[in-house]
Nanobody
């Protein structure tokens, strides 16, 4: 029932930063784990980061120290701050929950040039 809309992507040079936003149509208070995934053509979708209701976070090894996931339940939003971006970070980024299956949204494109 929850619908998630991603935004904030764009074109950035290596070393730059972007902040992705994920806004839900409904409350995310009941969702235990929110997460960000990314996918490039011909490659499998991979989990980039996750955050639980109590604030516990997990990150893909390649983004540790560079990306930060956060959530604001009052605003029904999840964010992904991406710093020191690398060309390999180029992908379409999606927001979802690990609690149950949700239809993937349109995602937001992140392109990092060298």
């Amino acid at each position: 029932q929850v619908r998630l809309v991603e935004s904030g992507g764009g074109l950035v040079q290596a070393g730059g930063s972007l902040r992705l936003s994920c806004v839900a149509s409904g409350s995310i208070d009941s969702l235990y784990v929110m997460s960000w995934y990314r996918q490039t053509p011909g490659k499998q979708r991979e989990m980039v980061a996750s955050i639980s209701r109590d604030g516990t976070t997990n990150y893909l090894d390649s983004v540790k120290g560079r990306f930060t996931i956060s959530r604001d339940n009052a605003e029904s939003a999840v964010y992904l701050q991406m710093n020191n971006l690398k060309p390999e970070d180029t992908a379409v980024y999606y927001c979802t929950t690990e609690d149950y299956r949700l239809r993937w949204g349109q995602g937001t494109q992140v392109t990092v040039s060298s």
